[in-house]
């Protein structure tokens, strides 16, 4: 249990960041299961919306332990939207439409709120923070693998600059010196960095780059969205029921032939649950597979923009 750690911990830090996640993850869980609700009923089936799963209202979609799990590991779900398969018109195509709305809905949140996070990303810093070092690019700032992004995301003041051993003069205790230093690089020569791993970490200056500090809240929000949304998808394409992943398989690959009773799929549920808390095969897969896309698509869009 990760979070109670932290909240003995960091209290104040894990309190904020559920605060962000919070409002993310009932905003990335309401809309996945309302458009499975909607596009069933388009298909000819209204059992959603006779029970009032057609809302915006997050306590009608929220499963407890799903949402836990998105708190805990960052990927989870919600009650599955009640259908009948009797009513649609065709049940292939319409199983596999209602099957994949939840995981469009995810990504096109993804990558709403990806292009409104390059943008508010470009408007957040004055344009002597890319000069700082080869380590503060846009990529570095908003790939979930960048450095500097996870900096921005935990509220810590402070910016990965170079690799260590580029500048390293002197080093006495946890503190590290640097001699080489060009004009452009910052006001206070005098500046001291903490040395960690491999990188320089800037003391208490990441305020003196930003042009709006409010507008880092939006940025933290965002990124929070990015991933839970990227991440909801991600898991939700894992082919076991009852994800929707396995009717996508199911529908396109077995033409729909595979049927598996309540009670295996309940089955394979916790033992999907076990595997999930006891090991870190399945959510080392899922976080390796969300930030290949995730960085892909950062990626893409700094270059259309020519912002890479």
């Known amino acids: 249990m990760g979070i109670l750690s932290s909240l003995q911990s960091d209290p104040r830090g894990t309190l904020i960041i559920l605060l962000y996640n919070l409002p993310a993850v009932l905003i990335a869980l309401t809309l996945h ?61 319409d199983d596999l439409l209602v099957s994949i709305a939840g995981i469009v809905m995810n990504l096109c949140l993804f990558l709403a709120a990806t292009c409104f ?38 509220g810590e003041n402070s910016l990965v600059i170079e690799r260590a051993n580029d500048y390293l003069s002197s080093v006495s205790g946890d503190r590290a010196y640097l001699s080489i230093l060009t004009p452009m690089k910052f006001r206070d020569m005098s500046l001291v960095y903490t040395l960690q791993g491999d990188y320089y970490f800037t ?21 929070y969205f990015t991933r839970i949304n990227l991440s909801l998808a991600v898991f939700n394409l894992l082919p076991i029921p009852p994800l929707d992943g396995y009717h996508v398989v199911n529908d396109i ?56």
Not at 126 to 132: D, F, G, M, R, S
Not at 136 to 146: I, K, M, N, Y
Request: charged residues 10%.
């Open 33 to 93: 299961e309302l458009a499975h609700g909607y596009v069933a009923l388009r298909c000819g089936d209204p059992t959603a919306q006779m029970m009032g799963r057609l809302s915006f209202n997050p306590l009608r979609h929220l499963d407890p332990i799903g949402t836990l799990f998105m708190f805990l590991f960052g990927f989870g779900w919600a009650r599955p939207v009640p259908v009948n398969p009797r009513n649609y018109k065709n049940f292939r195509r």
């Open 253 to 308: 690959f077995l033409r729909g032939r595979l049927h598996i009773p309540a009670k295996v799929v309940n089955v394979l549920m916790i033992g999907m649950l076990i595997l999930l808390y006891f090991t870190s095969f399945i959510s080392t897969a899922i976080s390796t597979a969300v930030s290949f896309v995730q960085g892909t698509v950062v990626s893409g869009i700094l270059t259309v923009f020519g912002l890479g």
């Open 117 to 154: 996070m390059v943008g508010l990303n470009q408007l957040l810093w004055k344009p002597e923070v890319w000069q700082l070092g080869s380590l503060t690019t846009p990529s570095q700032f908003l790939r979930f693998d960048g450095v500097n992004f996870y900096p921005i995301l935990s």
């Open 203 to 223: 003391a208490d200056v990441m305020n003196e780059y930003l042009r709006y500090p409010w507008m880092m809240y939006i940025q933290r929000f965002l990124m």
